[in-house]
């Protein structure tokens, strides 16, 4: 009876925290399978060899999963470190504009123009733009029109790119309150792709080509343009 106690409790835990990484963001959902994965095989492997239904080898193995468990932090760290290292002399990345208001952070490419955001607040936290499909944009649309005006253009901005043609406000209530417009200088130089140690000739250029991108033809629409050059005016102020 307490092992089938023990069981039950097992695949409860193990069910509440499967529903838990599939209601995680997709590009995060990996990583959540692969720790339930290595959680499911370590108590698995326990239990057999607590029960004595695993020799030597099991307990072997489930001795490496602690280890590979507790070690997963200091891998996770070194990551990066390796990537740094493979991508040196590598060329240099694309350069890239970012904008974020109180709902959503959104990122726009400045050889392509292509925008890319990520959702702040709400039931879609966490959430990549591009992983969303229409119904689900149709929502944080709409949560955008109740709760925050300025990120309301910007996600629009991001839709007229994507759905060209297409009218995501039809039959929406926009009663959104008005955004802030105030923008730092950290903000501006982030709109503008720029270091802090830019000159007003590399502010100059940056918006010349960010403006050129925001062209209606290519996706762009007048909150992004207001956004640039109030990043260059503040900037050259």
Not at 3 to 16: D, E, N, P, Q
Not at 19 to 47: S, W
Not at 151 to 161: A, C, G, R, V
Request: glycine share 8%; hydrophobic share 45%.
């Amino acid at each position: 009876m307490p092992r089938l106690i023990l069981l039950l409790a097992i695949i409860a835990v193990v069910y509440i925290l499967l529903r838990r990484a599939q209601a995680m963001p997709p590009h995060k959902r990996r990583a959540e399978y692969i720790k339930l994965g290595l959680g499911i095989a370590l108590v698995t492997t326990l239990f057999l060899a607590a029960t004595g239904r695993m020799n030597w080898i099991g307990a072997a193995f489930a001795g490496l999963l602690v280890v590979a468990r507790q070690g997963l932090p200091l891998i996770s760290r070194l990551f990066p470190m390796l990537a740094h290292l493979r991508n040196k002399g590598a060329p240099a990345a694309s350069q890239k504009s970012t904008v974020e208001t109180a709902l959503l952070r959104m990122d726009m490419d400045h050889d392509s123009g292509a925008l890319q955001g990520e959702i702040l607040q709400g039931a879609f936290k966490g959430w990549r733009l591009t992983n969303m499909d229409r119904q689900q944009l149709e929502q944080f649309f709409a949560y955008c029109g109740s709760e925050d005006a300025d990120s309301l253009q910007l996600l629009d901005s991001y839709l007229q790119q994507h759905f060209p043609g297409e009218n995501f406000s039809a039959g929406q209530q926009q009663s959104a309150p008005g955004g802030s417009s105030a923008m730092g200088r950290s903000e501006a130089l982030a709109m503008l792709g720029l270091n802090d140690d830019a000159t007003n000739e590399d502010i100059i250029t940056a918006h010349r080509k960010l403006i050129q991108k925001l062209h209606p033809d290519r996706g762009g629409n007048d909150y992004l343009a207001a956004q640039i050059n109030q990043a260059k005016d503040l900037l050259l102020g």
